[in-house]
């Protein structure tokens, strides 16, 4: 089951996202984007087992995938596709047009699960983690006219 995440959510959300040594997110910016309603978790048996988090500006028409992450023994099973999904389910139902999102150039399967989905290389991000390894910028047009 995929729903919005709510502060009970949140030690699960931080689980995950401990699991991330480059650019986690803190406990305070993770509790702000549930607050905000901006974040997706998926639940299997009643454990969080993923998370994401949709951010669009009010005078856009593009939304951006801040994040998204599937729990360590739960990966390789096509949730991460499952929430992508809804992701682009949710920012078309609030009006988006477009989605894009950064993605590590070292991360591979996330690349090819976003290819799969229909987004396309936008630009290369040289630099782009704290770590020092470079970022990619893909994009997916989500309404077609």
């Known amino acids: 089951m995929i729903r919005k995440a ?3 959510d949140l030690e699960s959300i931080v689980s995950i996202e401990q699991t991330f040594s480059a650019d986690a997110f803190s406990r305070r910016s993770l509790r702000y984007f549930v607050m905000r309603g ?3 978790v998926m639940v299997l048996d ?3 087992v993923g998370y994401s988090i949709v951010l669009m500006r009010s005078c856009s028409r593009r939304a951006r995938l801040y994040s998204i992450a599937i ?5 390789g ?3 991460g596709d499952e929430l992508l999904r ?3 389910d949710c920012a078309t139902t609030i009006g988006a047009k477009e989605m894009i999102l950064e993605v590590s150039e070292d991360n591979s399967i996330a690349q090819n699960l976003y290819k799969s989905r229909g987004y396309e ?3 290369i991000l040289p630099d782009y983690y704290e770590n020092g390894v470079g970022g990619i910028q893909l994009g997916k ?4 006219i």
């Open 6 to 8: 709510t502060l009970n």
């Open 38 to 40: 901006a974040t997706l």
């Open 46 to 48: 009643g454990q969080v």
């Open 71 to 75: 729990a360590d023994g739960h990966r």
């Open 77 to 79: 099973r096509g949730y």
């Open 86 to 88: 809804s992701c682009e």
């Open 121 to 123: 290389y936008l630009k």
């Open 141 to 144: 047009r989500l309404i077609t």
